[in-house]
């Protein structure tokens, strides 16, 4: 009889663990596991128990990754839009001119009036400019930028310079 208490004892603690574990995994706190310590059929639920997180936690993996590859698609699709609607041109020059005013930096612009070069070619152009301009607002300590961006039908070339305070490149 004792022994019965004892084991059905056990068995409570055990469960009661179990319910402590899957509330806080359902909070949310998904590093939650279970410590199998004996295999009868408590012990299997709660081995089959850490399956599933560990399941359950690289399906959230596996989302996330999508999510943010969607929301890259999302952005190349709407600059796209944005630079097949605008062109290179008009879309650098209203860039640089909000960028220029939250940023409290002047900004000299050198840009033909057209520029026709292959999708591929304006987007890297749109984000080396991009990266240029937060360098420049991060590092430098400029009060004045200067972009200009000249084509021919051979070549393109983007020069982003600044008046900033530059760094010292050891080698």
Known sequence: MER???ALTQVR???RRMAEVTKRFAAGLYDQRFEVIIADEVGQIQANLNQVAEQFVEILAREKILVEQNARLEERARLSQDLQAKGLT???RD???TWSRQCRIAADLSL???????LAVE???WRVTQ??????ARHSG???VQLHLEWTEQHVSLYVSDHGQGFEVTT
């Open 4 to 6: 019965e208490r004892f």
């Open 13 to 15: 603690r055990r469960l």
């Open 90 to 92: 008009t879309a650098l």
């Open 95 to 97: 860039y640089v001119t």
């Open 112 to 118: 033909p009036e057209t520029c026709l070069l292959p």
């Open 123 to 125: 987007e890297a152009l």
């Open 131 to 136: 990266e240029a301009l937060s360098n420049v």
């Open 142 to 144: 400029a009060s004045l």
